[in-house]
């Protein structure tokens, strides 16, 4: 039944990037926004990945799903007045198999006129390991047009120091188990952990953005580790773009 619903919300244009904001610690001040997916579903209201995300990859719809939220993404974002500001969106394993992702996202990126140094593309270390050869040649294909990468989940896998190195990263997220953790103990691991990949990122000159931020004293705790930017519920919950023209006013 969802699987017939899914292509009807494709032919409905059900599907809608919420944008999430990334912010300044010490100002809140919004330097980007991370495109979420989400499914205006007509009878259960709002629904979020996790309620349609398996049968839209078992049915085969995954990739028109994607490209459609890659389209609004690019459309909405660019309604926003602060040009400085960048756009990031989740690109799975399966795009990255396609030897085309790259030219087709820059035709994207020229139809849409988003300069491409605004996009950056989020891959997590599971999408990597069918072929990090292959992600690592787009992704540096990409970068030589101008499109950022950024490494997202970091700490949670069995790899993650050998990608910092060998992949084209302008950024990487930091995994939100660590950040939740953070204020309880000043002395907790997850303290230690964080200065470790702060100091590591700063080496090689790679941004670094906390994700899951919930309290101030999480906030504070990232700020006395010299951490610039973060992203979560504190921060800002994802919305749809009328809340973010809203306060532009």
Known sequence: MMEGELRQALQRDEFEPYLQPFCRLDD????????????????????????????????????????????????????????DTFLTFNVSALHLR???????????LERMKLPPWRLIVEVTEGSLLDNPEQVRTMLERLRAIGVGAALDDFGT???????????PLRMLKIDRAFVHALGED??????????????LARALNIQVIAEGIETP???????DMGC?????????????????????V
């Open 28 to 83: 809140n001040r919004v330097v980007g926004y991370e495109a979420l997916l989400r499914w205006n579903h007509p009878v259960l209201g709002v629904l979020g990945p996790a309620d349609f995300l398996k049968v839209a990859q078992d049915s085969g719809h995954i990739e028109t799903i994607d490209w459609r939220l890659f389209e609004r993404s690019c459309e909405r974002f660019l309604r926003l007045s602060d040009t």
């Open 98 to 108: 396609h030897g085309d992702f790259d030219v087709r996202l820059v035709r994207l």
């Open 157 to 167: 896998g069995y790899s993650s120091l050998s990608y910092l190195h060998s992949l």
């Open 186 to 199: 000043e002395h907790s691991t997850a303290t230690t952990v964080v200065a470790a990949i702060l100091a």
């Open 217 to 223: 004293a999480q906030r504070q705790a990232l700020l």
């Open 228 to 248: 610039e930017l973060g992203q979560g519920y504190l921060l800002g919950r994802p919305a749809p773009i009328g809340q973010w023209l809203r306060n532009e």
